[in-house]
């Protein structure tokens, strides 16, 4: 067994020690959204640091654990808190959670984030579904001996964002009446936000949305056969856009403020899931 692999069931295992719970959703909470957490019907929790060699979040305020529980009678395995590569984690690292859960059994990932709105459309507050991304701008979590067990070497990226889950997303939003905007998600390193130059270029390539997470988490489980579904929470206009500087308090702040109808909609959305 290869050593990504091997780390991944040692991941695994300890999660298996503390519950059976087989997923069929996986969902990681992004900025503002760790009160969703509050609603799901827990049936077991497990702490990213009662797992070994697993990586722990350094920002503060982010809890670091596993979620098993219901959405309706959807099993869902939740992720409050995650990784990014900005804090000096490998790509390697901040995909293994998502690695993980998709060998507990998630079928269905969902993907959530902040992000600074670059497409005109898409004012603070808004929430974007992803319809594609861009990672161009940072290393591909897939550098490194392939595991087969995972997925192929080469694999297609052709439907990163499932459109079947992109249409459920879509009804869920009309069903909620929340307005749902849609774009291609670039991800960058980070931490710093963006230049203003930089921004006319993402949008010169099609981006409507910029962020530091998220698209190496969906190439990773793309790999490895899962379906995904992404959404972005605009909590700023991007660099240059809005002619103010860019605040991490303005981030957390439009987040939380929209937290009630994202979680409305990822509800509706997770609950409705067909076995
Ligand atoms: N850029 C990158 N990441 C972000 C932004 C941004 O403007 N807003 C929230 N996350």
Redesign the pocket.
Known sequence: MGKVLDRIEQCVQAVREKTDFVPQAALVLG?GLGGFADRIQVSAQVSYRDIPDFPVSTVPGHAGRFLFGYVGKTPVAVMQGRVHYYEGYSMEDVVLPIRVLGRLGAKELFLT????GISPELASGSLMLLTDHITTFVPSPLIGPNEEALGPRFPDMTEVYSRRLQELARKAAKAKGVALQEGVYVQ?T?PN??TPAEIRMFKALGAGA???STACEAMAARHMGLEVCGISCV??L??GLGGKA?SHEE?QEIATRVSGDFQGLLWELLEGLEE
């Open positions: 900025s984030n902040a992000a600074g960058c980070g936000y963006e910029v962020g530091m909590t700023n991007a660099a860019l981030v």
